[in-house]
């Protein structure tokens, strides 16, 4: 692009902040919605050979996966540094990012024949649509990014992948990692401020936008994909319940359940973010949670000590503190926690509510923090019905000692995965689809794969 004096525009930048410390380390460009014609373009040019050689495209895959394991050291660091996680999650994540590109790369496109009682003979093929969009979130920048680009470059698509503005600096190393793998223009990483993901959304060249983020945006990029009649697929926000049961033994669980609710900072979508507990456990289980929330070593992901880094970014923290004040002025109890800790950074203690009214924000919202409210109930029908209550569907889980009861709970929750006696485990085979406003389409495993395939049929007559 050149500006009207005949001169190219200066590179904007988007600053990047430590959590751990609250300043500015680090910066990345902050693109034009307008420059994104030639990287769509670019994506559509490279489409066309990357679509044609199936082998290649395994064989690239493969050491695409290769090229992010090898590059783990530099990486985990990074995405520590810009979004606040221990540095063994950070790794985790690398390590996940190079299993799904593998996982992806062994999956085969099948072609199956149709049934038809007429003499034809029509067999179903699979074709790629064109360049992908791929919007991610600031929690887990890595894996979700490879959640998309994986599955959609497997398919035969090219993609134009945008991190958060948050956390734009270890998805632009992993896009230089990958170039080393990948033809050009197959991934392009783009960075920037809004209305870069609303433009790339609503792209007239995109012919798929998959999407991981909040409800609200959710609903903004199907709008803007809605202009092209791109496909979507949306991957939302969740506030899981976990119902325990009264044979539940809490002192068995307890770590469990502390872990699936703050791990990341609780900035998980499937994390659990209610716990449901029978009245005569409540006490026992708030307890036991205040008692890991106290103990648990909060502390910069650098810090090999630390269990539980910051908050991934200030308006973030804005929003878990004005939750947690608003469920204590509401008439809650912190047994742990329920403030922002006492230096610098985006650093709130872990924090068990109890108390908490049944229609706080903190419970019939996202809190997507360091926070978890806990619930008492009486009869079983009121825990279920509290758990479905909310507009969110995507997990949930029930916790006891007789599994079959606790199977029959879960089969009541209405949401797109549960998980007996643990929660938010997923394999990459299985299908991950959120049921309400968690989510359209389905990400993971095959359907994942052929999510980004277009069904392609030829009817043939049958041969005398
Ligand atoms: P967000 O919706 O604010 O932003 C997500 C992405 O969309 C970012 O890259 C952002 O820059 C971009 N964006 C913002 N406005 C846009 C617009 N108008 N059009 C297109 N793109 C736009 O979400 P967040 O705060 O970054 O992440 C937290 C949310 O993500 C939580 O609600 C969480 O539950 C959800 N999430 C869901 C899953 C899942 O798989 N279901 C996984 C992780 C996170």
Redesign the pocket.
Same mark, same amino acid.
């Given at each position: 692009m050149t500006l009207a004096t005949g001169r190219p525009p200066r590179t904007r930048y988007l600053t990047v902040v430590d959590p751990a410390t609250g300043e500015a380390f680090d910066e990345a460009p902050d693109l034009r919605p307008e420059e994104l014609d030639a990287v769509v373009d670019r994506a559509r040019t490279a489409w066309h050979g990357w679509r044609a050689d199936p082998a290649a495209r395994r064989t690239a895959l493969l050491a695409a996966a290769d090229a992010v394991d090898g590059a783990a050291t530099a990486l985990g660091p990074l995405l520590t540094r810009e979004q606040g996680k221990p540095l063994a999650e950070s790794y985790a994540e690398v390590a996940r990012t190079a299993a799904r590109l593998r996982y992806f790369a062994g999956l085969d496109i099948e072609a199956q024949p149709v049934e038809d009682d007429r003499p034809v003979r029509s067999r179903l093929r699979w074709r790629p649509l064109g360049p992908v969009a791929a919007?991610?979130?600031?929690? =887990?920048p890595l894996q979700?990014a490879s959640a998309k680009f994986a599955p959609a470059l497997a398919a035969g698509n090219t993609v134009v992948l945008?991190?958060?503005?948050?956390t734009p600096l270890a998805t632009r190393m992993l896009g230089s990692v990958l170039a080393g793998a990948l033809p050009e223009g197959v991934l392009t990483i783009v960075t920037g401020r809004?209305?870069l $993901?609303?433009r790339?959304?609503s792209h007239p060249g995109i012919r798929h936008v998959t =999407?991981?983020?909040?409800?609200?945006? $959710?609903r903004?990029?199907a709008a803007?994909a809605a202009a092209s009649l791109a496909r979507v697929t949306l991957?939302? $926000?969740?506030n899981d319940a976990a119902v325990l049961l009264d044979d539940v033994d809490v002192e068995e669980i307890a770590d469990r359940l502390f872990w699936a609710a703050f791990r990341n900072c609780g900035q998980?979508?499937?994390a659990v973010k209610r716990v449901y507990a029978p009245s005569r456990l409540h006490a026992r289980v708030v307890e036991a949670l205040a008692h890991r929330a106290t103990t648990t070593a909060v502390g910069p992901g650098l810090d090999p000590a630390a269990r539980l880094g910051p908050v991934s970014n200030a308006p973030?923290l804005a929003r878990v503190e004005h939750r947690t004040a608003r469920a204590l002025a509401d008439g809650a109890r912190a047994a742990a926690g329920g403030h922002r800790l006492d230096r610098p950074g985006y650093f709130f203690a872990p924090t068990i509510l109890a108390g908490v009214p049944a229609d706080s924000p903190v419970v019939t919202e996202?809190q997507?923090g360091p926070v978890l409210p806990v619930l008492p109930y009486d009869s079983l029908d009121e825990a279920v019905r509290a758990a479905n209550g909310t507009g969110f569907g995507?997990g949930g889980s029930v916790w006891g000692t007789d599994l079959d009861r606790a199977a029959a709970v879960a089969d009541r929750l209405e949401c797109g995965t549960a998980w007996l006696n643990h929660h938010a485990e997923l394999s990459l085979a299985q299908p991950?689809a959120?049921a309400k406003d968690? $989510?359209v389409g389905v990400a993971g495993g095959p359907w994942g794969l052929y999510g980004n395939l277009q069904p392609f049929v030829v009817h043939r007559p049958e041969e005398a």
């Amino acid at each position: 692009m050149t500006l009207a004096t005949g001169r190219p525009p200066r590179t904007r930048y988007l600053t990047v902040v430590d959590p751990a410390t609250g300043e500015a380390f680090d910066e990345a460009p902050d693109l034009r919605p307008e420059e994104l014609d030639a990287v769509v373009d670019r994506a559509r040019t490279a489409w066309h050979g990357w679509r044609a050689d199936p082998a290649a495209r395994r064989t690239a895959l493969l050491a695409a996966a290769d090229a992010v394991d090898g590059a783990a050291t530099a990486l985990g660091p990074l995405l520590t540094r810009e979004q606040g996680k221990p540095l063994a999650e950070s790794y985790a994540e690398v390590a996940r990012t190079a299993a799904r590109l593998r996982y992806f790369a062994g999956l085969d496109i099948e072609a199956q024949p149709v049934e038809d009682d007429r003499p034809v003979r029509s067999r179903l093929r699979w074709r790629p649509l064109g360049p992908v969009a791929a919007i991610v979130p600031w929690n =887990f920048p890595l894996q979700l990014a490879s959640a998309k680009f994986a599955p959609a470059l497997a398919a035969g698509n090219t993609v134009v992948l945008k991190p958060s503005p948050f956390t734009p600096l270890a998805t632009r190393m992993l896009g230089s990692v990958l170039a080393g793998a990948l033809p050009e223009g197959v991934l392009t990483i783009v960075t920037g401020r809004e209305p870069l $993901g609303a433009r790339l959304a609503s792209h007239p060249g995109i012919r798929h936008v998959t =999407f991981t983020g909040s409800a609200a945006t $959710g609903r903004a990029v199907a709008a803007g994909a809605a202009a092209s009649l791109a496909r979507v697929t949306l991957e939302l $926000g969740g506030n899981d319940a976990a119902v325990l049961l009264d044979d539940v033994d809490v002192e068995e669980i307890a770590d469990r359940l502390f872990w699936a609710a703050f791990r990341n900072c609780g900035q998980v979508c499937m994390a659990v973010k209610r716990v449901y507990a029978p009245s005569r456990l409540h006490a026992r289980v708030v307890e036991a949670l205040a008692h890991r929330a106290t103990t648990t070593a909060v502390g910069p992901g650098l810090d090999p000590a630390a269990r539980l880094g910051p908050v991934s970014n200030a308006p973030q923290l804005a929003r878990v503190e004005h939750r947690t004040a608003r469920a204590l002025a509401d008439g809650a109890r912190a047994a742990a926690g329920g403030h922002r800790l006492d230096r610098p950074g985006y650093f709130f203690a872990p924090t068990i509510l109890a108390g908490v009214p049944a229609d706080s924000p903190v419970v019939t919202e996202e809190q997507f923090g360091p926070v978890l409210p806990v619930l008492p109930y009486d009869s079983l029908d009121e825990a279920v019905r509290a758990a479905n209550g909310t507009g969110f569907g995507l997990g949930g889980s029930v916790w006891g000692t007789d599994l079959d009861r606790a199977a029959a709970v879960a089969d009541r929750l209405e949401c797109g995965t549960a998980w007996l006696n643990h929660h938010a485990e997923l394999s990459l085979a299985q299908p991950f689809a959120g049921a309400k406003d968690s $989510g359209v389409g389905v990400a993971g495993g095959p359907w994942g794969l052929y999510g980004n395939l277009q069904p392609f049929v030829v009817h043939r007559p049958e041969e005398a």
